[in-house]
């Protein structure tokens, strides 16, 4: 069975710092990504990086491009997202995602971990 298992999220006030983890467990990653997704209160779920197993190629959207950094550690089967230089409009919920094939579905999810962020 395979599962992600978010941490790292809390409290943090504007212009500050938090990393979260994503361990995966049940099955390695070898193949296709994995990524960091947020979902705020009566929003969609946002994409804010993804990392490539293979070539470790990264991609961001605008909103956290030079804030947020991926990145992952294929021996623990871990991925991370640094986040700096918070804004109150980055508190979400983030929920870590993985899947096999590159184009494929987001088939594996975390249970997600909060951040918020005050002003």
């Known amino acids: 069975q395979v599962q992600l298992v978010e941490s790292g999220g809390g409290l943090v006030q504007a212009g500050g710092s938090l990393r979260l983890s994503c361990a995966a467990s049940g099955r390695t990653f070898s193949s296709g990504n994995m990524a960091w997704f947020r979902q705020a209160p009566g929003k969609g779920r946002e994409l804010v990086a993804s990392i490539r197993s293979d070539s470790g190629s990264t991609i961001y959207p605008d909103s956290v491009k030079g804030r947020f950094t991926i990145s992952r550690d294929n021996a623990k089967n871990t991925v991370y997202l640094q986040m700096n230089s918070l804004k109150p409009e980055d508190t979400a919920i983030y929920l870590c995602?993985?899947?096999?094939?590159?184009?494929?579905?987001?088939?594996?999810w975390g249970q997600g971990t909060q951040v918020t962020v005050s002003s």
């Open positions: 995602a993985a899947r096999t094939v590159v184009t494929g579905p987001w088939a594996y």
